[in-house]
């Protein structure tokens, strides 16, 4: 059974701060991505890593950067939150690309973590 | 670029009644499609995949390339199917290989 956990449900933040979210899956995924979910937007892809200090830009990568330094662990950095960076964050992953469709094209979510910046 | 609608927001039906959530799409090839579905409080979790050709919890859904559509269906709604629901279109080519596209979310409420 896949696990991706987030560490934190939920997060407060003030405006101008600079804000980590951490995700920290254990099947040895290569792929992982970061989403945002808005009502009204669906997800919205921000960054995503195909493998160890990979990174390539989603949809809405600005004001938002990441690192993964280690296969297990992706982290979405704010570098100075926002209120417009209020929203609900997914972090999900994915096994390894493989040719033409099948079980590797699905992704696995966490539990999301809810930001709020004041 | 490929591209994932979903028109209706909000969808309300009864207990026992049929239910249809539309999802339309646009893609340069041969599109492999998902639903995904977030219980209130649960992540978000597949629901079903075109290429299975399965049925899950009453659930199913067939492509159609005629009309770019990939509509899920319950012939019998269930209280227990209120959700959120998302449609999702996998890049399958070049450097986005993998990347979902994602509609923007359908609310599917079922009243007793």
């Known amino acids: 059974d896949v696990k991706v956990t987030q560490s934190s449900r939920y997060l407060v933040k003030r405006t101008g701060e600079k804000v980590f979210l951490e995700c920290v899956q254990d099947m040895d995924h290569e792929n992982m991505f970061w989403y945002r979910q808005d009502p009204g937007l669906g997800l919205r892809l921000i960054y995503f890593?195909?493998?160890?200090?990979?990174?390539e830009k989603g949809d809405i990568p600005e004001g938002y950067s990441v690192s993964r330094e280690k296969k297990e662990r992706f982290s979405l950095i704010l570098e100075s939150a926002s209120t417009n960076q209020t929203s609900m964050y997914l972090c999900a992953t994915r096994d390894s690309p493989g040719g033409g469709y099948g079980a590797k094209n699905i992704q696995y979510f966490g539990a999301g973590t809810r930001l709020s910046v004041l | 670029a490929q591209r994932v609608t979903q028109p209706e927001k909000l969808l309300s039906v009864f207990k026992g009644a049929p239910v249809e959530l539309k999802c339309n799409y646009s893609?340069?090839?041969?599109?492999?499609l998902f639903w995904y579905v977030q219980y209130s409080r649960q992540r978000l979790q597949l629901l079903l995949r075109?290429?299975s050709r399965e049925s899950i919890k009453g659930f199913t859904a067939d492509l159609n390339k005629g009309e770019t559509s990939f509509h899920l269906k319950k012939p019998f709604a269930q209280e227990e199917d209120s959700a959120m629901y998302y449609c999702?279109?996998?890049?399958?080519?070049?450097?986005?290989?993998?990347?979902?596209?994602f509609g923007q979310g359908t609310i599917l409420t079922v009243h007793p």
């Open positions: 999702a279109l996998p890049s399958l080519q070049g450097t986005s290989y993998g990347k979902l596209t």
């Open positions: 890593s195909y493998d160890v200090k990979m990174k």
């Open positions: 893609y340069s090839g041969s599109p492999e």
């Open positions: 075109h290429i």
